[in-house]
């Protein structure tokens, strides 16, 4: 980092602090604190909706996902555009014209106070740790790279949106958003040019995408219902669907973006903006991650992008061993030149394929040197993430961009994380505000919901804080988040799809049903995690939904107390 990469990123995060914090100052009424004053106009709902969904785990772990595994993992959003539609037509007219500041006011119309708290709680349980996580991803992995102290980056990310957020509430988490989402767009494309351009000149666009798809980079869509395989096609378009209508159609973080609207018409087509474009989006980030991989094959790598955890190993018994491992892969490297440029040259197919071997036997090696780095971490009794996914981009950034534009992707992940967060604790207070606070005590004026709206998002910044001070690192961080979700999203959208639809069905069933299932989402994602069952977590949304309806059936019709 060198003093103008720091100019470029203070005076970015700073302008867009001030700026929200400016625009929004003085909500007197809660109208404007939790609804914005329903003034949003499409476009600023349709970038809030993205920004909301694309933190800084997006731009850090999706291209390192990329770079691993490839583009198989926008099957994962193939769901999307299914759930914007049903959100359009079914809960967009429903929450407008019940006119309620949460998605949970419904609930009790429909069912019942307990059934309403309890699927509010559920939101703030797995809201709540995702704020943290939100926080939490871009500091330790800058604190890793950068050398900074994690628990201070922990606390400068929060207090920064908490500024902002506390200040003007749900208009200053929209206006923040439009200028965030100008700052991540402009930098990833710029990125992507620089390493288009830092490939060698007889290198083409063209070839690029070859050389990734002989390594099966480019292998998009899964068609085989393989459980083993988490992205699909079939596990995006059925759990991917369940999780969006979860996420967008319950989800308090990204109902309160929507419910800014003006009229239910602009927030349609802020839905459908979102559902149109977040595929491409998704799909270009995954894109330059493969194009990371494609810069590799023609510039010497580390041997694992995590450098705390190449220092542990290399201060070990294992570090001859790992020396080796790094000399294999220098080796491998040297060969893929020479069969790349007999590609290029003569188009000959065996020399693809032999590029294609080398990146297994390449792949294999870093496996290798990931399991002395565990090894190494366990002589030295110390935790070290040795999967070094989420470490890749912020790896090349620093190492391969010029300076200032450091700066500017440094500030576009800071941006992204500042911008869920914003939306998470706005969420989380106005679900604490209405649905638990305000229901429960007695009537207070709108200049007093006002302050205690305020404090808690305070608290919950400060939670969200505490969170990410005490988190620890998943084998992927952008995984991390949908598992938290998957966890609890299915059973939350099973009660709202009982609200809809199945109007025999009374409240204490709904109730006893939810926690029911609950306790069983969880025994199955432990169940497949400790390798018992193969049930991959996007399916979760899927199974938590139809057990908490077939349970609630049953009880409603079985049962005569209930009736």
Known sequence: ??????????????????????QTRGSKNVQDFLKGGNTSKWYTIGLSVMATQASAITFLSTPGQAFNDGMGFVQFYFGLPIAMIVICMVFIP????????????????????????????????????????????????????????????????????????????????????????????????????????????????????????????????????????????????????????SYFGTDQSQVQRYLSGKSVREMQLGLMFNGLFKIPMQFFILLVGVMVFVFYQFNKAPINFNPVATEVVLNTEYAEEYEQLQAEQDAIYDTKQLLIADFIANKNEASIAGVASANAKNDSIRERARYLIDKAGETKGVKVESNDKDYVFINFILNNLPRGLIGLLLAVILSAAMSSTSSELNALASTTTIDLFKRNTRERTDTEMVKVSRWFTLGWGVMAILVACVANLAENLIQLVNIIGSIFYGNVLGIFLLAFFVKAVKGRAVFIAAIITQFLVISLFLLDSYEYINLPFLWLNFVGCAIVMAIAIMIQFTSKKLI
């Open 94 to 245: 429903l929450y407008h014209r019940l006119n309620v500041y949460t998605a949970y006011e419904f609930l009790e119309n429909r069912f019942d106070l307990k059934t309403r708290t309890l699927t509010a709680i559920l939101f703030l349980i797995q809201r709540g740790l995702a704020a943290g996580i939100t926080i939490f991803a871009p500091a330790i992995i800058l604190s890793v790279v950068l050398g900074w102290n994690l628990l201070l980056l922990n606390v400068i990310i929060g207090i920064l949106v908490i500024i902002y957020t506390v200040s003007g509430g749900t208009k200053a988490v929209n206006v923040t958003q439009k200028h965030q989402m100008v700052v991540i767009f402009t930098g990833m494309i710029i990125a992507f040019i620089l390493i288009v351009n830092k490939l060698p000149e007889n290198i083409t666009f063209s070839n690029a995408l070859d050389i990734a798809g002989a390594s099966g980079k480019m292998e998009i869509l899964d068609f085989s219902f393989d459980l083993n395989n988490r992205y699909t096609f079939w596990s995006g378009i059925i759990g991917g669907t369940f999780l969006m209508l």
């Open 1 to 22: 980092m060198q003093t103008l990469d720091w100019i470029v990123l203070s005076i970015t995060l700073f302008t867009i602090v001030a700026y929200g914090t400016y």
